[in-house]
């Protein structure tokens, strides 16, 4: 299963064009929903309207929303992902465009929502798992085995190496505050693999993510 199908939020509230700001207000109060996702009458994303956008487009220039259109106040076109996108692809058009909840969509039709913070806990899973495996093999580089599919230590090392390129290059597209910590934890990471076996220069899989 894709990263992106896998992390993405099944559960999210939808809004037709033709309801009014008042309703979407409503359903966002009801749902303690901070985006609704706008659909058009053939079900496919029409745009997206957030609270934000209530706060700015209508409490922000005194209109009345009770009877406005969702149409004249929603974000379009709508900042999207596909199921089968690349995740680190994804997050670098989140950080582009200044958002944290990006759409996704199956044949123009949404079918979940991509948080950030999902997918920075997501991130900060894999690389604890990764620390640990780094960890265990420098502390016992002979009792410890990691799975592998041939079992040497160089394709053992050439896996987590791949592995670190993948979540470095997450993390450059995120551009999170705590990216830093996160690349920092990285670089340990790598230096105690460095100390197991030496890596093989620019063979190492991570530089094909610089």
């Given at each position: 299963m894709n990263e992106i199908e896998l992390l993405i939020r099944?559960?999210?509230?939808?809004?037709?064009?033709?309801?009014?700001v008042g309703a979407a207000a409503r359903l966002m109060g009801a749902a303690r929903a901070g985006i609704l996702l706008v659909r058009d009458d053939s079900g496919a994303l029409a745009g997206v309207v957030t609270d934000r956008d209530l706060s700015l487009r209508v409490v922000g220039h005194g209109r009345d929303g009770t009877h406005l259109p969702i149409g004249e106040i929603m974000s379009r076109p709508a900042h999207t992902?596909?199921?089968?996108?690349?995740?680190?692809?994804?997050?670098?058009?989140?950080?582009?465009h200044g958002i944290r909840r990006m759409p996704a969509l199956a044949q123009g039709k949404p079918v979940g929502l991509l948080v950030l913070d999902d997918v920075l806990h997501h991130v900060a899973g894999e690389l604890r798992d990764l620390s640990h495996e780094a960890r265990s093999r420098h502390d016992h580089p002979t009792s410890q085995r990691i799975q592998s599919t041939s079992g040497s230590p160089e394709n053992i090392l050439a896996e987590l190496e791949e592995r670190l390129g993948k979540l470095r290059g997450k993390l450059r597209a995120a551009n999170w505050h705590a990216r830093e910590a996160f690349?920092?934890?990285?670089?340990?990471?790598?230096?105690?693999?460095?100390?197991?076996?030496?890596?093989?220069?620019?063979d190492s899989a991570e530089q094909g993510q610089k």
């Open positions: 099944r559960r999210f509230e939808t809004i037709g064009t033709g309801e009014s992902c596909e199921l089968t996108d690349d995740l680190a692809e994804a997050l670098e058009r989140m950080n582009r690349l920092g934890e990285l670089d340990e990471i790598k230096a105690r693999l460095r100390q197991v076996l030496p890596l093989h220069g620019e």
